[in-house]
């Protein structure tokens, strides 16, 4: 079985940036994508960013501008450098992959807790 490990979660100030890294227990291209989603309290599921296996990538609006995805193939690791946080970005962020045969995720990590605070 495939597992995924976040860190780098934490608390910061409105305006401050974190970097998340999800480490992937396998080679990651046997994914179409991995992605990276977040639940806030009293909130849905949503994603905040996907990379495919060539590096292509697509943002959540709420997040354009400010995060980046990306990943190193070497280290079977995906990062998500969070710049200009908002306390609107408070959530559990979560690692996941994406089979080539879905559009959504079989895999997923426990989660890593960000806070923003105003």
């Known amino acids: 079985q495939v597992q995924l490990v976040e860190s780098g979660g934490g608390l910061v100030q409105a305006g401050g940036s974190l970097r998340l890294s999800c480490v992937v227990s396998g080679d990651i291209f046997r994914f179409k994508f991995m992605g990276w989603y977040r639940r806030a309290p009293g909130n849905q599921r949503e994603v905040v960013a996907r990379?495919?296996?060539?590096?292509?990538?697509i943002y959540a609006d709420s997040v354009k501008g400010r995060f980046t995805i990306s990943r190193n193939n070497a280290k079977n690791t995906v990062y998500l450098q969070m710049n200009s946080l908002k306390p609107e970005d408070t959530a559990v962020y979560f690692c996941?992959?994406?089979?080539?045969?879905?559009?959504?995720?079989?895999?997923w990590g426990q989660g890593t807790q960000v806070t923003v605070s105003s």
């Open positions: 996941a992959a994406i089979p080539w045969a879905l559009s959504s995720p079989n895999y």
């Open positions: 990379i495919s296996s060539d590096g292509s990538t």
